[in-house]
């Protein structure tokens, strides 16, 4: 069976692909340690020899629309390509071309299916910054086949949080039952407090440091109860109008298993939101 | 209220680069073409299968006609959308985050529960 080799969650900012290539005057006087600190956190994956890749992410309005929204859905696609117009324009963003697996894309669809998650799926899918940004931070050669499955953060109604971590479970398991001698990490991004289009966006720090606090110590000591005790899908609205996208944290959560210490914990205070870095090892550290 | 109607729109434009100079530059025109030729398009059908129904308010037309986004914000609007659209038309007249930090700073009057995007 397939070995799950890595764990790994994050937030994903689009910004960083350009802060980080950026040169001269416009290289932001943070980008230095943005990049020090992503390149520890790549050497986490690099570490593990992965062959295969399962990316969780969410679709920010770019193929998915209000006339059509799945819950959750699986690509299952020999390629995807990457990145659209508002992406370049806004975040400096690189088309890019990532190969699939569809072998284990059928083997989650069918088995999620009869666990009782009615998947919708996609035989044609262009991925957005949810799944480039960890590409570009974890590995940049993008030459690794891919499984994306994206999640509604964003257009409600929402699926509740409890189900993100049974899906997290669930992905879990069923990559385990993968017959395959491959060696899988399973990555996925979302936001500790974020606001966008709000009256606290952009701010010098998130628009919650509290809940960004609190939210990191949940995932960097898998305290599920505690997290599911305290977040719903009425009180992700305080932190801030896009703090939704943690319930992607909660589904890696549930990825991960309840009580799992993440191996490597990191997080970085920046302008507008805060950066947060977990991966974890599920059969121990790679020697 | 037609909360979809506004996001289509709002989606339809950003994603193409041409509508969104359009927009910027001759909101009215824009809209009121908009409205028209495209409100009830079916996004994925190219054969003239369209809906029939899908008009805007008097008061969600002006808001689109007068690029006010803090009224788009009042209406439910969804706010991932009005922002990157209006970052596309406007960020490039204004420094470093200038326009993002001006943009939230006019809807400060907003408490929570901010208004429901829900559609």
Redesign the interface.
């Known amino acids: 069976m397939a070995t799950v080799v890595a764990v790994i969650a994050s937030t994903h900012h689009p910004f960083y692909y350009r802060a980080s290539t950026a040169t001269g005057e416009d290289r932001p006087p943070f980008a230095d340690e943005w990049v020090r600190k992503i390149t520890a956190f790549r050497e986490t994956l690099t570490r593990a020899n992965p062959d295969v890749l399962v990316m969780v992410g969410s679709d920010?309005?770019?193929q998915l629309?209000?006339?059509?929204m799945p819950q959750f859905l699986i690509g299952k696609a020999p390629f995807y390509d990457a990145n659209?117009?508002?992406e370049e324009?806004?975040f400096g963003l690189p088309r890019m071309l990532l190969k699939g697996d569809e072998d284990l894309s059928a083997h989650l669809l069918r088995e999620g299916l009869d666990r009782d998650f009615d998947l919708a799926f996609s035989n044609e899918l262009r991925i957005d910054h949810s799944i480039t940004c960890p590409i570009i931070t974890l590995r940049p050669e993008a030459d690794l086949p891919i499984v994306p499955i994206y999640t509604n953060i964003?257009?409600?109604?929402l699926p509740r949080p409890k189900r993100f971590v049974q899906l997290g479970e669930a992905i879990r398991e069923i990559v385990e039952s993968w017959p395959s001698h491959l060696r899988v990490a399973i990555i996925g991004t979302g936001h500790l407090s974020l606001?966008?289009?709000?009256?606290?966006?952009?701010?010098p720090h998130g628009p919650d440091p509290e809940f960004d606090r609190r939210a990191v110590e949940w995932i960097a000591t898998g305290d599920l109860d505690g997290c599911l005790s305290e977040v719903t899908l009425d009180s992700l609205?305080?932190p801030g109008?896009?703090t939704h996208g943690f319930m992607d944290f909660m589904l890696m959560m549930g990825v991960a298993g309840a009580g799992a210490k993440a191996d490597y914990v990191d997080s970085l205070d920046l302008?507008h939101t805060m950066e947060a870095y977990f991966t974890w090892y599920p059969n121990g550290a790679p020697k | 209220m037609s909360k979809?109607l506004l996001?289509?729109f709002l989606?339809t434009v950003?994603?193409d680069?041409e509508l969104v100079e359009r927009y910027r530059e001759d909101p009215a025109g824009t809209v009121s073409w908009w409205e028209a030729e495209r409100a009830n398009a079916?996004?994925?059908c190219y054969t003239g299968e369209a809906s029939t129904w899908l008009r805007f308010t008097d008061e969600e037309r002006d808001a689109l006609t007068t690029h006010d986004h803090v009224k788009l914000?009042e209406l439910g609007s969804?706010?991932?959308?009005?922002?990157?659209l209006f970052?596309?038309m406007f960020e490039r007249d204004h420094g470093p985050?200038e326009y993002?930090?001006a943009?939230?700073?006019r809807?400060?009057?907003?408490d929570?529960?901010?208004p429901d995007?829900?559609?």
């Open positions: 920010h309005f770019h629309w209000l006339d059509n659209w117009y508002n324009r806004e964003f257009a409600p109604p606001e966008l289009g709000g009256p606290r966006q952009f701010g609205h305080a109008n896009a302008f | 979809y996001n289509k989606y950003d994603r680069p079916v996004l994925n914000f969804h706010p991932f959308l009005t922002l990157t970052i596309a985050l993002q930090i943009y939230g700073r809807l400060q009057h907003f929570l529960p901010y995007i829900a559609t």
